[in-house]
C-alpha cells in the first residue's frame, strides 16, 4: 500500500487539530449553548465551531476525500479515502468545566486505518501515529505498559450514551475488574483513554459500543504504541460495529479478554427480571 506520507502529511492535521483545540480551550469556562441529543448526549456549540472548522481546513486540502463527523455525519467523497472526525471528544466534560476532552481525527485507506492525531489542550499533550512509523507523544515515541500482572492494571472504561440505546450495560464487567484489578477509572473521553493506555498511564481499556469517530485516530495510535485491541469475540478488526473493543499489551489482553467472555455470557444484555421470564 502506498504509504500515507505521500498522500496525507500528518504535520498539516496536527495543526489542524491543535488550532481547534485550543479554541475549545479557551472557551471552556464560558457560558455554553448546549443541546440535548439524547439521554447522556449533548452537544455544544464549541462542537459544532471546531468540526465546521476541521471540515473546511480538510477539504482545502484534500478536497475529493470522504469524510464521517460526529455531529454533521457523512460528507461525500471518495471513500477509499475517509476522514473520521471527533471535534471534542468529551463533551459532558466539557460542558461541565472539567479540563478533559480532546480533538480526535483519524485516517483510513481502503478501510483500513493508517493515521490518527489526538490533541489535548488542556496538558498541549498531541499523541499521533502513521501506520509502521510508531506512535508519539509531543514528538517523543511512546509504548504500552509491560505489566502483566492483572492485580496491578489500572483500566479505563466508558458508559456511552448509545450503550443504553442499544440496551447493553457495562455493570457486570465494571463490577469485576474493580475487584479483579487495580482499579478501573471511567475518564470520560475514550479517544484520550485510548492514548493513556498507548502510552502506558493506563494499562487497558474496553468499551461496548461507541461511534467510528470515538476511536479511529485511538486505534492507529494504539497499534503503534505495542497494544493488543480486539473486539470482545477476540475478532482482530475493532474498527466494525458496533465500535466496541478490548486494549492493552499482548500479555495483558489475554486475561481480560478471558474474563470478557465468560462474565454474564450475554455481557451486554440486560437481564430479564422474574415476571419478564415468567418467575415469581
Not at 448526549?41 to 484534500?62: G, P, W
Request: glycine share 10%.
Amino acid at each position: 500500500m502506498q504509504s500515507t506520507s505521500s498522500a496525507v502529511q500528518i504535520e498539516k492535521i496536527i495543526s489542524i487539530a491543535k488550532t481547534a483545540g485550543k479554541y475549545a480551550r479557551e472557551q471552556l469556562y464560558t457560558d455554553h449553548d448546549i443541546g440535548i441529543k439524547g439521554a447522556q448526549d449533548i452537544v455544544t456549540e464549541v462542537d459544532r465551531k471546531n468540526e465546521a472548522f476541521i471540515l473546511e481546513s480538510l477539504r482545502a486540502l484534500y478536497p475529493s476525500h470522504a469524510i464521517l463527523t460526529e455531529e454533521s455525519g457523512a460528507h461525500q467523497g471518495d471513500t477509499g479515502r475517509c476522514w473520521y472526525i471527533d471535534p471534542l471528544d468529551g463533551t459532558m466534560n466539557y460542558a461541565h468545566g472539567i479540563p478533559f476532552y480532546c480533538v480526535s481525527i483519524g485516517f483510513a485507506v481502503d478501510g483500513e486505518l493508517v493515521l490518527g492525531v489526538v490533541y489535548d489542550p488542556n496538558l498541549d499533550e498531541c499523541f499521533y501515529a502513521e501506520k509502521g512509523k510508531g506512535a508519539f507523544l509531543n514528538g517523543k515515541p511512546i509504548r504500552v505498559s509491560e505489566i502483566s500482572d492483572r492485580t496491578m492494571a489500572l483500566l479505563d472504561t466508558g458508559f456511552s450514551a448509545k450503550m443504553t440505546k442499544m440496551g447493553r450495560q457495562n455493570f457486570d464487567l465494571f463490577r469485576h475488574f474493580m475487584t479483579t484489578t487495580a482499579g478501573v477509572r471511567r475518564l470520560g473521553s475514550a479517544a484520550l483513554g485510548m492514548c493513556y493506555v498507548a502510552c502506558g498511564r493506563m494499562n487497558g481499556m474496553w468499551e461496548i459500543c461507541l461511534s467510528p469517530w470515538d476511536i479511529a485516530a485511538g486505534i492507529v495510535i494504539l497499534n503503534e504504541a505495542g497494544a493488543k485491541t480486539t473486539r470482545f469475540d477476540g475478532g482482530e478488526n475493532a474498527f466494525t460495529d458496533p465500535w466496541g473493543f478490548l486494549t492493552a499489551n499482548p500479555a495483558l489482553h489475554g486475561q481480560l479478554l478471558s474474563d470478557l467472555k465468560t462474565i454474564s455470557s450475554e455481557y451486554a444484555a440486560p437481564k430479564k427480571n422474574a415476571e419478564e421470564s415468567g418467575g415469581v
